[in-house]
T-cell receptor, first 112, second 116 residues
Framework: GQNIDQPTEMTATEGAIVQINCTYQ??????LFWYQQHAGEAPTFLSY????GLEEKGRFSSFLSRSKGYSYLLLKELQMKDSASYLC?????????????FGTGTKLQVIP | GAGVSQSPSNKVTEKGKDVELRCDPI?????LYWYRQSLGQGLEFLIY????????KSGLPSDRFSAERTGGSVSTLTIQRTQQEDSAVYLC??????????????FGPGTRLLVL
């Protein structure tokens, strides 16, 4: 099975940097995804990590430490449009299948 | 279209009625997932299909829920004898490489189901 823990809500200021943490306990771990979900919309893919370290993609970066069961999503130069929920989703064994399991998400509010 | 489509976009039904939700995955995607998301909650896995393999039904909450995928493409999720607690957004996602490490799921817009 899988346990995923991430903060429920965060607030940050426009132009600032915010780090959203995620810890997980996943058997057969095989990579971790971050998805963004704006209110009333479907999730969209942001990033993927399978090896330890930092993956950078524009204003967004994602970090993974497999030994610690820990990941974070780093958002730089925050914009108002970044207000959304951010879902941590590790891939591993669940119910006898390898699949991705989504956390409950961190609702980020960007304020002026 | 190039994306995952779902229909209807909204459905209001009375308690006890059956409903069918439809998902058209991205052409060529072999894997298809159904999730449920209640207001303010995370994604709850329901079921997935991969090619001709037996579907993973481990997330279906009760025997009132069933799903099928015809011809390896379109899928329907059926909820029988709906209950008020079934009210949620039902999301469908497809991917091209289920089982491969870098599988990325693409989500449809969802069906918002309200059971009165």
């Amino acid at each position: 099975g899988q346990n995923i823990d991430q903060p429920t809500e965060m607030t940050a200021t426009e132009g600032a940097i915010v780090q959203i943490n995620c810890t997980y306990q996943t058997s057969g771990f095989n990579g971790l995804f971050w998805y963004q979900q704006h209110a009333g919309e479907a999730p969209t893919f942001l990033s993927y990590n399978v090896l330890d370290g930092l993956e950078e993609k524009g204003r967004f970066s994602s970090f993974l430490s497999r030994s610690k069961g820990y990941s974070y999503l780093l958002l730089k130069e925050l914009q108002m449009k970044d207000s959304a929920s951010y879902l941590c989703a590790p891939r591993g064994d669940s119910g006898g299948y390898q699949k991705v399991t989504f956390g409950t998400g961190t609702k980020l509010q960007v304020i002026p | 279209g190039a994306g995952v489509s779902q229909s209807p976009s909204n459905k209001v039904t009375e308690k006890g009625k059956d409903v069918e939700l439809r998902c058209d995955p991205i052409s060529g995607h072999t894997a298809l997932y159904w999730y449920r998301q209640s207001l303010g909650q995370g994604l709850e896995f329901l079921i997935y299909f991969q090619g001709n393999s037996a579907p993973d039904k481990s997330g279906l909450p009760s025997d009132r829920f069933s799903a099928e995928r015809t011809g390896g493409s379109v899928s329907t999720l059926t909820i029988q004898r709906t209950q008020q607690e079934d009210s949620a957004v039902y999301l469908c996602a497809s991917s091209s490489r289920q089982g491969e490490v870098r599988e990325t799921q693409y989500f449809g817009p969802g069906t918002r189901l309200l059971v009165l």
